[in-house]
């Protein structure tokens, strides 16, 4: 019974190196191996989307598709299997984008076309940042998720007053112009008023009145310092992570790479690095 758990453990640790390590040179051709594989699934879903390919190579393309989806399959359950907290590593970014990248294909079964949301695996490309050892890359999207979730208390309560402006700014509008200059409902002044307050304006609905215009004039300038307060609010908080940064490294365990580069011990699980 030891010697069977001494076994798995050790297929475990030996899965674990050439999956999650791009140090090792197997693990440096498995991320190269896994790259191309997504690269040419993603061009087999693009070349699928066009009529004339469709029409002449279809079937060759749908059997192309099933081999991608099946690989990574394996693969995925491989990388679960190879941790010791699998349901860790399943909520990770990265474990979301590697279940979303086959669920697709799965999904086309019920509804037909799903399978071209498979355009997402094209997200786990960003593991090629390990293969060419630019590692520093992932440490600068853990810093920026860092202050993304440092600033989603501040960034709701901007996005909640944003919304409250543009229905008080849309009801004003539907009062001033009326449906007669497009401003047919509530809910529509309010996507002019979004419109506007963003500065994109698709000029698909304008006002007409002076009045109108007026109000127009001061949605636009408002729109401009808008913009730049959660700008604001994200490089405080990035600026925060920055100096607290810490270095990549891989836990066996539950697959967090973000410790300090003298850490002996994962700060989420325990185990040691």
Request: aromatic share 12%.
């Amino acid at each position: 019974m030891k010697d069977t758990y001494s076994r798995v453990r050790q297929w475990q640790s030996k899965c674990h190196e050439i999956i999650f390590e791009a140090n090792t040179p197997t693990g440096k051709w498995f991320d190269i191996i896994l790259i191309v594989a997504i690269a040419l699934s993603v061009i087999t879903v693009m070349l699928d989307s066009v009529q004339a390919i469709h029409s002449q190579y279809g079937e060759i393309l749908y059997y192309l598709e099933w081999f991608f989806t099946v690989l990574f399959t394996f693969e995925y359950i491989l990388r679960l299997a190879s941790i010791g907290r699998p349901g860790a590593y399943a909520r990770s970014f990265f474990g979301v984008i590697d279940l979303l990248a086959i669920l697709p294909t799965y999904v086309s079964l019920i509804y037909p076309g799903g399978h071209y949301l498979l355009v997402i695996r094209l997200l786990r490309i960003l593991r090629v940042f390990r293969v060419l050892k630019l590692v520093q890359y992932i440490g600068e999207s853990h810093l920026l998720m860092q202050a993304l979730k440092a600033s989603r208390r501040k960034i709701t309560i901007f996005i909640f007053t944003v919304l409250t402006m543009v229905t008080i700014l849309g009801s004003i509008m539907y009062l001033i112009e009326g449906g007669a200059n497009g401003f047919t409902s509530i809910p529509r002044s309010i996507y002019w008023a979004i419109v506007t307050l963003t500065t994109v304006g698709y000029g698909d609905i304008t006002p007409q009145t002076i009045l109108g215009q007026i109000v127009s004039v001061i949605v636009m300038i408002m729109g401009f310092g808008i913009i730049a307060v959660p700008t604001g609010i994200v490089t405080v908080e990035m600026t925060q992570a920055f100096k607290s940064k810490g270095a990549i490294r891989a836990c066996l365990n539950c697959s967090a790479d973000t410790h300090e580069i003298d850490a002996v011990y994962c700060k989420y699980c325990g185990t040691r690095l």
